[in-house]
């Protein structure tokens, strides 16, 4: 035998009980999502790949620092970064092509190995260029600690 369960209808006395219900709820106010800033205009971006013997390359970021064939250039390293500088008394020179070479010292230093693929970040008004390893551009993505130690 089948059971049979009567439809539940809502009678016109509840249905209009309900609408003044809902005028009389309190709405909630809604987040407001936070505007991203843009992006600085004051550093070029860019990326490279370093060659066996730590040359990196970009045209662009050469460009927009105004950096010359035998400009010469100071570079420094961390375990995060490398950072080069126009800079009379400097080591390295730059060649014809537009490339600068990140010697072995500081590419063992950074963790760079022939292939990796790294940020170029060219401040103009402070004449820098800032090489990234990518995992440390990945480390500050997601919060982790980097090589030196503390998240960026």
């Known amino acids: 035998m089948i059971d049979l369960v ?15 219900t809902a005028r009389t709820v309190r709405t909630l ?24 013997s730590g040359r990196v390359a970009d045209q662009v970021i050469t460009r ?9 250039l100071t570079l420094t390293g961390t375990p995060d970064m490398v950072t080069a500088r126009r800079d009379p008394a400097g080591i390295l020179t730059l060649g014809r092509k537009p490339y600068m070479t990140v010697p072995a010292a500081l590419r063992n230093r950074c963790g760079l190995r022939a292939g990796d693929r790294v940020l170029l970040a060219a401040t103009p008004a402070e004449n820098l260029l800032a090489i990234y390893p990518l995992i440390t551009v990945h480390q500050a993505i997601h919060g982790l600690p980097t090589q030196g130690g503390d998240a960026r």
Do not use: K
């Open 64 to 72: 927009v620092l105004n950096w010359r064939p035998g400009d010469r």
């Open 29 to 52: 106010p809604l987040a407001v999502p936070q505007v991203p800033t843009a992006a600085p205009t004051d550093v070029i971006y860019g990326m490279g790949r370093l060659d066996a």
């Open 6 to 20: 009567a439809p539940i209808i809502p009678s016109s006395h509840s249905a209009a009980r309900s609408s003044v």
